[in-house]
């Protein structure tokens, strides 16, 4: 079955479509309760616990999701604290337990988790750090070299979209190495990484030469996909995830999608300062399209019309 389009038009609403957004609900009510606490470490705490939740009620259970999780190489080596993993318990065993925080191997991990309240420029940064401190960790034994487990986020809320897509844009190409595979924000959208062909957009697992940051214009449905996404890199494999998207066919093919040009890419990647006058036209005027946005910024920088 082929990877999912982005940008034919949708059709009727499925079941799943309706749950999920209900879940998408619960999760915004729990989030603006969980506001009334003043204590910051223990609302931070609540709200990574309501997003865990809900995911280890939906997600397959052939994969243990662990909470306060801290990953650890075979060399001693250890990266940044993660607020949750998805790990592999039926062949490997953890190394430490206690008081709700683990210490894993990093052979263990499949996906690591991190969640923000908001996602802003400074959350991106704390994310491409952690994800770089795991990036770091030795997988195998000396003599081997394995893929290490990718970082995937999620946020509640983002109070200018477009610019933190750029911001995200700008990183993944900067720091290819250190950028996690997708950011869900709730009710918004999904940063990604997608390998770009004519006329359709296939998200990729993580970001390279070929892939491109991009933006999944997902709004209420945020949450499906990003169950799909995590099933589909985690949980099963691609038959399986497949069938699970099945169910909402239509959402798949109706995603509208946003990326930048590669020839606008590369000078976010090779020159700061042209990289922080574009940034201005992403910052102004939050409640305007995207492309527009993008289009003022290719004038600021002198290029051709996209």
């Known amino acids: 079955m082929p990877d999912p389009e982005v940008g034919a038009p949708g059709a009727t609403l499925p079941a799943v479509q309706t749950w999920y957004r209900g879940y998408a609900a619960n999760l915004a009510i729990s989030f603006e309760s969980s506001g009334r606490i003043e204590h910051a470490l223990t609302k931070g705490e609540t709200r990574q616990d309501q997003v865990f939740d809900m995911l280890a009620l939906v997600l397959p259970t052939l994969h243990t999701l662990a909470r306060r999780v801290v990953i650890l190489s075979a060399d001693g080596a250890q990266s940044r604290s993660f607020d949750g993993a998805l790990i592999d318990r039926s062949d490997w065993p953890l190394l430490y337990s206690t008081s709700g925080t683990v210490a894993v191997m990093v052979e263990s991990v499949l996906t690591a988790l991190e969640v923000k309240s908001a996602l802003a420029q400074e959350d991106i940064q704390d994310i491409f750090e952690k994800t770089a401190s795991l990036h770091q960790l030795r997988v195998g034994f000396p003599s081997a070299s394995g893929p290490v487990a990718p970082v995937s986020a999620f946020a509640y809320e983002c109070s200018n979209l477009s610019l933190t897509y750029f ?9 290819a190495d250190a950028a996690p595979r997708e950011i869900c924000v709730l009710n918004r959208g999904i940063l990604c990484h997608a390998d770009v062909h004519p ?3 296939v998200p990729a697992y993580k970001a390279d030469r070929q892939s ?9 449905d945020s949450l499906l996909l990003y169950v799909y996404l995590l099933c589909r890199w985690s949980g099963g494999g691609v038959t399986r995830s497949d069938l699970f998207r099945r169910y ?19 000078i976010l990647r090779s020159d700061p300062g042209r990289r922080a006058r574009a940034r201005k ?3 102004r005027k939050p409640d305007r399209p995207i492309g527009e946005l993008y289009r003022d910024a290719r ?5 051709e019309a996209a």
């Open 248 to 266: 909402s066919e239509q959402l798949y093919a109706g995603v509208r999608a946003f990326h930048l040009d590669r020839d606008f890419l590369e």
């Open 167 to 175: 911001d995200f844009a700008a990183a993944s190409v900067e720091r």
């Open 199 to 201: 006329g359709r957009i």
């Open 281 to 283: 036209s992403f910052e």
């Open 212 to 220: 491109v940051p991009t933006l999944l214009m997902t709004e209420s």
């Open 299 to 303: 004038e600021r920088l002198g290029l």
